[in-house]
């Protein structure tokens, strides 16, 4: 296509646009409202179907396990399976439901981090003050090498402090009677703390975790690189303590269960009648002592829900300057970051007509016998707890049905959402002017601006290559996509939503040949103004039924018909 290049050397002069192609940007909607989830009933539906198929299977006998999925303001459906062999001397929950108690082992460095942070926000703490100023003895002179006074309680939070993964827990001398079977050496436990793995899970306590740590070394130099450690949450416990002057159990049970109004949820081992214990069943009585901060809570899945909404809805609100779920650094895996503490995948293989990311933000736990796993999907404002006893294999199996069913569920939703809100023929007021717009909706495309007429001038082919890299491709190679801010002019009364056109590169060709720098890709969403305002902002103002093109100083009316049309080109196949 020979575009004239109207405004001369304009994307030149442009101080360095996006600098390269950018596939499938994401948010591609605002957060979706389930209400009561109507929309996903076929897919939730379907989910119990494959779950009551698969729990016929042997593997079930001895498992139990409660799943749920919330949105942001309630649960949308829940599923639980209780074991059918049980242990004949110490039954625990029979019929396993919503208030049933597990332990969830490392969910519980969700809390601490939580209680860390409310403690930064009331001003007892800073994120950045290193750890010794809050655990005196760490400051002391040391046999050990770890750098106490350049670990931050930030870098703590997010897995970056380069301390050990463990204290008292992973030794294999506590597990083999004959090394030498393995090809080890024997050798003495002298010097070894003198509890739990080492001593029958004698909980340790804090003078035996500070003397151990005092001899250790480091895995890497603070926020070198991420790797896991337990022990970084259990000594933000401390610091908890310390600040609080309260117990850890104490402290957490009044600044986030009390409040959310978690009434199965506790640091104490709670009563046998409603724990859902697995045959062995060893671990549900072992007091964690002082590693409680990093795996000693024992919750439900009703619980977990109420906690996730929480997380879901407040996230970027808790501490000023901190998103909570945003990563803060990457993971050995090209999907997979460390948040704080949070352990986020990111993956492009979900949905099934785009290869646009998703997000799990998630946390892991795992404890003899116990497996567990929260995660969200901020975008779609979802979360779905995962509890299961006894069988590792069987969260795989769960988390795999559950949320590759919903996303792709909740992603078709979405279409149909946009489709009948956005898309459609939209004319200017001013009758008098040749002025057009039409945006369409599409399982790849997301909201797309499929015309723009502005005063007889089609602008998809003039006016927008110019500002932005899509100026160096044919036209068919791109589209303009429409991507929510979630902001709104008036967002007291949340209305005007501010949304941004985007020029989106469509992948084409044999993936596996694109040049390496291809994959290399910058968000920048604000890339031009005309007369002092964003030349692509756009705002819906619902009610009204108009959209505001800001830099065109211009309101447009939505056709009456395009609701309906566009819902029925939107409506997406069979659930799979
Ligand atoms: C907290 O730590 C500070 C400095 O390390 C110490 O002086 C103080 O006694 C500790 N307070 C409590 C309640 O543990
Ligand atoms: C801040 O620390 C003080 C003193 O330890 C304590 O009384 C107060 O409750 C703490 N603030 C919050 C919000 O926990
Ligand atoms: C049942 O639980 C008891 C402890 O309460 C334990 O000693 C026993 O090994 C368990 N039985 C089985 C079959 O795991
Ligand atoms: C429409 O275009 C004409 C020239 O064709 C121009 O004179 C006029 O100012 C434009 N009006 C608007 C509202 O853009
Ligand atoms: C409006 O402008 C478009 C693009 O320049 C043109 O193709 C179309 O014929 C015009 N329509 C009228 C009614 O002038
Ligand atoms: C467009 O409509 C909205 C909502 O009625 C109004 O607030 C805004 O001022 C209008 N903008 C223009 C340019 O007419």
């Excluded at 919330?70 to 919503?98: C, F, M, P, Q």
């Excluded at 896991?228 to 600044?255: F, K, R």
Aim: glycine share 6%; net charge negative; aromatic share 10%.
């Amino acid at each position: 296509m020979a575009r004239v290049s109207i405004i001369i050397a304009l994307a030149s002069a442009l101080l360095s646009p996006v600098e390269a192609k950018c596939y499938d940007p994401s948010p591609a909607f605002p957060v979706p409202d389930w209400k009561d989830g109507a929309e996903l009933k076929p897919a939730l539906d379907l989910i119990t179907d494959r779950l009551e198929a698969i729990v016929g299977g042997e593997k079930y006998d001895k498992t139990s396990f409660s799943v749920e999925i919330t949105s942001n303001t309630e649960t949308l459906w829940t599923h639980y399976h209780s074991a059918r062999i049980h242990n004949a001397t110490r039954l625990g929950v029979k019929h396993v439901d919503g208030d049933s108690q597990y332990r969830i082992a490392s969910i519980t460095k969700t809390f601490t981090t939580l209680g860390i942070m409310y403690q930064h926000a009331a001003g007892n703490l800073s994120l950045d003050d290193p750890l010794s100023r809050y655990i005196p003895e760490l400051a002391e002179k040391q046999a050990g090498t770890i750098p106490w006074h350049d670990i931050t309680l930030r870098s703590m939070a997010s897995q970056l402090s380069g301390i050990p993964r463990e204290m008292a827990q992973g030794d294999l001398i506590n597990r083999i009677d004959e090394p030498w079977k393995l090809g080890l050496p024997p050798v003495s436990k002298e010097g070894l703390p003198d509890c739990y793995e080492y001593k029958g899970h004698k909980p340790c306590t804090r003078a035996q975790l500070l003397n151990d740590l005092k001899r250790r070394s480091p895995v890497y130099a603070p926020n070198q690189q991420s790797t896991y450690s337990n022990v970084n949450l259990v000594l933000l416990g401390l610091v908890l303590e310390n600040v609080t002057g309260m117990s850890y159990s104490e402290y957490i049970d009044q600044a986030i269960f009390k409040p959310l109004n978690m009434a199965s949820t506790s640091l104490e081992t709670p009563p046998d009648d409603h724990a859902v214990l697995p045959l062995g069943q060893y671990y549900w009585d072992i007091d964690e002592g002082v590693y409680r901060p990093t795996g000693g809570i024992y919750s439900s899945s009703s619980d977990l829900s109420k906690f996730l909404r929480y997380i879901l809805t407040h996230y970027n609100a808790i501490v000023k300057g901190l998103n909570w779920i945003m990563p803060a650094s990457w993971s050995m895996g090209m999907h997979n970051f460390y948040g704080m503490p949070f352990e986020i995948f990111r993956t492009d293989r979900i949905l099934e007509e785009s290869r646009r990311p998703v997000t799990f933000v998630t946390k892991a736990g795992g404890e003899p016998d116990y497996f567990s796993r929260i995660s969200m999907l901020p975008e779609y404002g979802l979360g779905i707890t995962t509890l299961v006893t006894s069988e590792y294999g069987v969260l795989q199996e769960l988390q795999e049905i559950v949320s590759v069913t919903l996303v792709r569920a909740a992603e078709s939703a979405v279409w149909s959402a946009l489709a009948s809100s956005y898309a459609g023929s939209y004319a200017a007021t001013d009758q008098s002017l040749n002025t057009s717009m039409h945006l369409s909706v599409s399982a790849g495309k997301v909201l797309e601006m499929t015309s723009f007429i502005s005063n007889g001038t089609d602008v998809l082919s003039t006016l927008l290559p110019e500002f932005s890299y899509a100026d160096q491709e044919p036209m068919a190679l791109w589209h303009a996509q429409l991507q929510p801010t979630l902001l709104y002019k008036d967002f007291s009364h949340q209305r005007g939503e501010i949304w941004r056109l985007m020029t989106v590169s469509d992948r084409v060709g044999n993936q596996d040949e694109r040049p390496i720098f291809d994959d290399l890709c910058l968000t920048d969403v604000d890339f031009g103004s005309y007369g002092g305002l964003p030349i692509n902002e756009m705002v819906f103002w619902q009610e009204e039924g108009v959209v505001e093109l800001s830099a065109w100083r211009m309101n447009m009316t939505r056709a009456a018909n395009s609701a309906a049309e566009e819902t029925i080109e939107a409506m997406h196949g069979d659930l799979r």
